[in-house]
């Protein structure tokens, strides 16, 4: 976060305020020197975003191949540069590993409440999602980011990172649209749980994915777009 002074229009007068704004910055991500992907950013975790943009472009298939990395910085962006080992690319089949339970509704609403304590930059500015992946039982972590995709992908290397391919359920503050879906497909996340909307594309893509989507939880009630089979009532 960054406190900038600002004009507020308040009651018919205007009059100086200090504001407290998220801090957007980019991140480049380079491989073996070549450029990979450039994307917007905040609250940190640039490990984990790299990693998420290497595994989401195929440049990765897991912590493996990555044999070291540097970080440069300056006033506006970070650049991750990565060495890799492509010959230790392995492909991993998801099939081959936990499936996950049949969820009860209850047990979104608990861990969708828990998530959005920890949206501490959210509380100060407004400005900020959340993204959380969980098992049946807990969340996993969470990651605040002024961007859905950025937050997502940061999820996307905490799960390579650690090694974890049993199927988890994806929590979000935001819309789900069809980038979501295409990326929670690539980690095995099995159901997508959103406050808020999902797109027609996500509907369709998730359908023929697989994928459980959930959306507009609020309150004690959420609508169920695709793959019913995985919620219990």
């Not at 861990?111 to 996993?140: C, N, P, W, Y």
């Amino acid at each position: 976060m960054k406190k900038l002074p600002i004009l507020r229009f308040e009651n018919g007068k205007v009059h100086k305020v200090d504001d407290l704004v998220v801090e957007e910055r980019i991140l480049n991500v380079y491989a073996n020197n070549h450029f990979v992907q450039s994307i917007f950013y905040s609250n940190g975790n640039e490990f984990y975003l790299g990693i998420g943009v290497l595994f989401y472009n195929d440049v990765i298939s897991s912590k493996s191949e990555i044999i070291n990395y540097s970080k440069k910085e300056n006033d506006f962006s970070t650049n991750l540069y990565f060495e890799i080992d492509s010959k230790r690319k392995e492909t991993l089949n998801g099939s081959e590993y936990g499936k996950i339970s049949p969820v009860k509704g209850d047990v979104f609403f608990k861990l969708m409440k828990e998530m959005l304590t920890h949206s501490d930059t959210f509380q100060v500015t407004g400005g900020t999602h959340i993204v959380a992946v969980a098992t049946v039982e807990r969340l996993l972590t969470y990651f605040e980011d002024i961007s859905r995709l950025s937050a997502v992908l940061k999820i996307v290397g905490f799960l390579v990172e650690n090694e974890i391919y049993k199927e988890t359920i994806l929590f979000t503050s935001g819309r789900i649209n069809y980038n979501i879906v295409q990326i929670a497909s690539k980690v095995n996340s099995k159901i997508i749980v959103s406050q808020s909307a999902v797109s027609s594309l996500a509907i369709k893509s998730a359908d023929s994915l697989g994928i459980t989507l959930v959306g507009f939880l609020r309150g004690n009630r959420f609508n169920i777009y695709t793959h019913p089979e995985r919620i219990l009532q």
